[in-house]
């Protein structure tokens, strides 16, 4: 009772003495996309021990240098995200944060201007609790400091972590953080892992109805690692829920699946294909995590295929539904544009095959909603080859070999 009596208290004096102010910043109209450091290189604060896996200053301009030499932000990618681990263990003498000096020696601002120079966006990472996730210091009772020193130092994009809080502080904490970020006067995307932490950790279903008007994007399930396996998971978890959370979902305010891992050579091509195109079919942020120098040639050409990127920015961001065919095949359907009139849209379709064998697919347009009266034009997404004109009405024969998907955009003629 204690407890109910301190949140309804808290969420009192937030909405009634105008302590609270909603979004409203304009970004993320399209999920955002970009590289983050935590996926491959994690805490790497030992950078004598591992000198190739150091979170520092180089690494984050080497990003931005591949970003802008190889092709990445030609094909969308913006944001240049450090994640946890970044700073002093201690505040300065003002309460402020400070970046870790061996390793930002320059500090952020110097980062900012080097990655804007560029063209680019840049992300910094917070956590509302005393501590951060890896024990560095976090952002409780400091909430306007640290969204001061962000914007201060021309930050874009803030990941904002939620480990070590209790429930009732964890559903305040976002709320006045991102009152904070918008009293700044900067704006920033801003990344919550609200869901995550209240159903994984408190056990509680979340209210997403209360987080769109906070969050730019958010975390549902649980962090991707560098394997097959956890990719699996999480393509199963949205498989699961994509119907009921799609609905939050669209331009300003995105579920957030966690990072690709595509570019690390950990998938096989064909199961980096499966995590490239789902991510792309929720419309999720498509934001992915390696070392630069690694990508091989098959990975970057995926990492950086405009006719996916397409579905996956498409402006009505629309999450695809899935319909499962079979126990391991799921045919994902998502309907975007460009539309002939206001009627007929075009769709892509993803068949996905997780089992062991390959097996036949007949798709049927129709099925799905597709109902423009003239042919529809099918490309192939992974190759961009236009494959045939056909009928909404007609049927395809698709064969998905075991462990991989078949993506296909319709366009309507
Ligand atoms: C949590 C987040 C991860 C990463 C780490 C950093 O686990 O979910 O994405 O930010 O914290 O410690």
């Given at each position: 009772?204690?407890?109910?009596?301190?949140?309804?208290?808290?969420?009192?004096?937030?909405?009634?003495?105008?302590?609270?102010?909603?979004?409203?910043?304009g970004?993320?109209?399209?999920?955002?996309?970009?590289?983050?450091?935590?996926?491959?290189?994690?805490?790497?604060?030992?950078?004598?021990?591992?000198?190739?896996?150091?979170?520092?200053?180089?690494?984050i301009?080497?990003?931005?240098?591949?970003?802008?030499?190889?092709?990445?932000?030609?094909?969308?990618?913006?944001?240049?995200?450090?994640?946890?681990?970044?700073?002093?263990?201690?505040?300065?003498?003002?309460?402020?944060?400070?970046?870790?000096?061996?390793?930002?020696?320059?500090?952020?601002?110097?980062?900012?201007?080097?990655?804007h120079?560029?063209?680019?966006?840049?992300?910094?990472?917070?956590?509302?609790?005393?501590?951060?996730?890896?024990?560095?210091?976090?952002?409780?009772?400091?909430?306007r400091?640290?969204?001061?020193?962000?914007?201060?130092?021309?930050v874009?994009?803030?990941k904002?972590?939620?480990?070590?809080?209790?429930?009732?502080?964890?559903?305040?904490?976002?709320?006045k953080?991102?009152?904070?970020?918008?009293?700044?006067?900067?704006?920033?995307?801003?990344?919550?892992?609200?869901?995550?932490?209240?159903?994984?950790?408190?056990?509680?279903?979340?209210?997403?109805?209360?987080?769109?008007?906070?969050?730019?994007?958010?975390?549902?399930y649980?962090?991707?690692?560098?394997?097959?396996?956890?990719?699996?998971?999480?393509?199963?978890?949205?498989?699961?829920?994509?119907?009921?959370?799609?609905?939050?979902?669209?331009p300003?305010?995105?579920?957030?699946?966690?990072?690709?891992?595509?570019?690390?050579?950990a998938?096989?091509?064909?199961?980096?294909?499966?995590?490239?195109?789902?991510?792309?079919?929720?419309?999720?942020?498509?934001?992915?995590?390696?070392?630069?120098?690694?990508?091989?040639?098959?990975?970057?050409?995926?990492?950086?295929?405009?006719q996916?990127?397409?579905?996956?920015?498409?402006?009505?961001?629309?999450?695809?539904?899935?319909?499962?065919?079979?126990?391991?095949?799921?045919?994902?359907?998502?309907?975007?544009?460009?539309?002939?009139?206001?009627?007929?849209?075009?769709?892509s379709?993803?068949?996905?095959?997780l089992?062991?064998?390959?097996?036949?697919?007949?798709?049927?347009?129709?099925?799905?909603?597709?109902?423009?009266?003239?042919?529809?034009?099918?490309?192939?997404?992974?190759?961009?080859?236009?494959?045939?004109?056909?009928?909404?009405?007609?049927?395809?024969?698709?064969?998905?070999?075991?462990?991989?998907?078949?993506?296909?955009?319709?366009?309507?003629?």
């Amino acid at each position: 009772m204690v407890s109910y009596g301190i949140l309804f208290l808290g969420l009192f004096i937030l909405f009634f003495t105008n302590e609270v102010c909603l979004l409203e910043n304009g970004l993320a109209k399209t999920p955002p996309m970009g590289w983050m450091s935590w996926g491959y290189y994690m805490c790497a604060d030992n950078c004598s021990a591992n000198p190739d896996r150091c979170l520092n200053e180089e690494l984050i301009m080497s990003v931005a240098d591949a970003f802008y030499n190889e092709g990445y932000q030609e094909a969308g990618y913006e944001y240049i995200i450090i994640d946890d681990c970044w700073s002093e263990r201690q505040r300065d003498e003002k309460g402020r944060l400070v970046p870790d000096h061996k390793r930002f020696p320059r500090g952020m601002k110097f980062l900012a201007d080097y990655i804007h120079g560029k063209g680019l966006k840049f992300g910094m990472y917070l956590n509302i609790a005393v501590d951060t996730c890896m024990r560095y210091p976090g952002s409780r009772g400091h909430f306007r400091v640290d969204t001061k020193s962000l914007a201060e130092w021309d930050v874009d994009y803030v990941k904002v972590d939620g480990c070590f809080v209790e429930e009732e502080y964890l559903d305040i904490a976002y709320i006045k953080l991102g009152h904070y970020l918008n009293k700044t006067g900067r704006p920033m995307v801003y990344s919550c892992s609200w869901p995550y932490y209240k159903k994984y950790i408190h056990k509680h279903e979340p209210v997403y109805s209360q987080i769109v008007p906070i969050c730019n994007m958010w975390r549902n399930y649980h962090d991707v690692a560098v394997k097959w396996g956890h990719v699996r998971y999480i393509y199963k978890f949205y498989e699961g829920m994509a119907t009921e959370i799609g609905k939050y979902h669209g331009p300003g305010h995105w579920n957030d699946p966690d990072m690709l891992i595509v570019g690390t050579n950990a998938l096989s091509p064909n199961q980096n294909r499966i995590q490239m195109s789902i991510w792309a079919m929720l419309s999720a942020p498509l934001i992915f995590s390696c070392d630069m120098k690694q990508v091989t040639a098959d990975e970057r050409r995926l990492l950086q295929n405009l006719q996916l990127i397409a579905v996956a920015q498409d402006p009505l961001g629309r999450m695809a539904t899935p319909h499962k065919i079979q126990r391991d095949v799921t045919i994902w359907v998502k309907l975007h544009l460009p539309s002939k009139g206001d009627m007929f849209y075009s769709y892509s379709f993803a068949i996905v095959n997780l089992g062991t064998t390959s097996v036949s697919v007949t798709l049927r347009p129709r099925r799905y909603g597709l109902n423009s009266t003239d042919d529809y034009t099918v490309m192939d997404v992974f190759s961009g080859n236009m494959l045939k004109n056909m009928s909404a009405y007609a049927s395809m024969e698709v064969i998905v070999p075991p462990e991989d998907v078949i993506m296909y955009s319709l366009f309507p003629l």
